[in-house]
């Protein structure tokens, strides 16, 4: 038998390549001959970065960069063998790395975010793999192209100020002092997320009030993010607020777009082509999958349904392992998981179920069983 395992990570409890392992020996005490084949799995968002460096043989790089307050913190990325750099802008630019107060997005800024960019760069690398998901931000990502050397004026010729408070501030924006090096790099972006810029669905009236934007600044900042986005047409004539993903982390995905020509990707199709998960399932037998909790949302394009999606291309059949399992989760059956298995085995705490060496043993535990079911229809 061999078996492809691609199990995203169970948020806060397992990492993908744990989760894979964990699978893996509960197979292999079924089928001790059975070729496990472990992918990472990530969807761009938190765990990009470990799983691929960990599932590519890639390595970890530190950098002082600015949180999202221009407070220095340790941010961590990572460089794959060939050279391309894995970065999380919530490593930088997170929610996780402040406290919660009012009106936050009014401050917080993508600077870090650039100057992990740019430290990547004084390493060599020139090819760019981005997750843009968990930010604390809605600067329009200024933030990041100023840390690049972009000039983002006042009506005084000034750099502005952090946050929405200076995109507020935008008159002029200008490329004389960007870095040389930013012409020979690439980026690509994973991101799932399809609001644009502006208006009512743009990423100030959406996403604002989770980052704890007050309504009275809602209005105040989808103003100066289309004053940005007409700047931006002196700079980029193809610039277009309007365009998919542009909303996305507080409007980074614009400054990506537009000023950096990224190209933007599913983020689990854009790690499944990374980690070459095609040619693996397509010699496969039997696809695991799986992710913390299964509900609706699985079904609409998280990483399980991805892979399964992949998986159907080639007619293997798919089971998926879950730490919990939700209301919704039977739509996962109508998107190519044959069959979905939550792994806890008694009541328990969520601390308890959570802890890393239980929800390890947990998945094993299960997977044997489940595959000693296979085992005895197969004979």
């Given at each position: ?6 199990m995203?990570?169970f948020?806060?409890?397992?990492s ?5 392992n964990a ?9 001790p ?37 221009g ?16 970065i ?9 790395l402040?406290?919660?107060?009012a009106?936050?997005?009014w ?45 983002m ?7 502005v ?12 924006i ?15 972006v ?11 669905n ?24 289309r ?17 998919s ?38 010699n ?6 799986g ?12 990483a ?16 998926a ?23 806890l ?11 890393r060496?239980?929800a ?20």
């Amino acid at each position: 038998m061999k078996a492809v395992i691609a199990m995203d990570s169970f948020k806060g409890s397992i990492s993908s390549i744990e989760a894979g392992n964990a699978v893996s020996e509960g197979i292999l005490r079924v089928f001790p001959d059975a070729d496990t084949i472990i992918k990472p799995v990530a969807d761009g968002g938190e765990g990009t970065v470990e799983a691929l460096v960990k599932g590519l043989d890639g390595r970890l790089c530190e950098a002082e960069v600015s949180d999202p307050l221009g407070k220095t913190i340790t941010a961590v990325y990572g460089v794959l063998p060939n050279n391309t750099a894995v970065i999380e802008m919530a490593a930088a630019s997170g929610l996780t790395l402040i406290p919660p107060f009012a009106d936050a997005p009014w401050h917080t800024t993508t600077y870090g975010t650039g100057e992990l960019i740019l430290d990547a760069i004084k390493r060599g690398c020139r090819s760019f793999i981005i997750g843009i998901g968990g930010s604390a931000t809605n600067d329009g990502g200024i933030g990041c192209l100023q840390a690049l050397g972009f000039g983002m004026l006042d009506a005084n010729g000034q750099q502005v100020g952090f946050g929405a408070k200076g995109l507020s501030q935008l008159a002029e924006i200008t490329d004389s002092n960007v870095i040389p090096e930013l012409k020979e790099c690439t980026f690509r972006v994973a991101c799932d997320v399809t609001n644009p810029l502006c208006g009512e669905n743009g990423c100030s009236m959406v996403f604002g009030p989770q980052k704890s934007a007050c309504a009275a600044s809602l209005v105040i900042m989808d103003t100066a993010m289309r004053n940005y986005a007409e700047l931006t047409k002196n700079y980029n004539p193809a610039a277009s607020p309007d365009t998919s993903g542009a909303g996305a982390a507080g409007g980074l995905g614009f400054a990506l777009m537009y000023y950096l020509n990224a190209e933007f990707e599913s983020g689990v199709d854009l790690i499944m082509q990374e980690t070459n998960l095609e040619a693996a399932i397509k010699n496969a037998d039997i696809v695991v999958t799986g992710e913390g909790c299964l509900d609706s949302q699985t079904a609409m394009g998280k990483a399980p349904a991805g892979i399964a999606r992949l998986a159907k291309k080639y007619g293997r059949p798919v089971i998926a392992f879950s730490g919990a399992v939700k209301n919704g989760a039977e739509l996962c059956n109508q998107h190519g998981i044959d069959a979905y298995f939550p792994i806890l085995r008694e009541v328990s705490t969520l601390e308890q179920a959570m802890d890393r060496s239980n929800a390890c043993h947990n998945l094993a535990d299960t997977a044997e069983q489940v595959f000693r079911t296979i085992k005895l229809f197969s004979k």
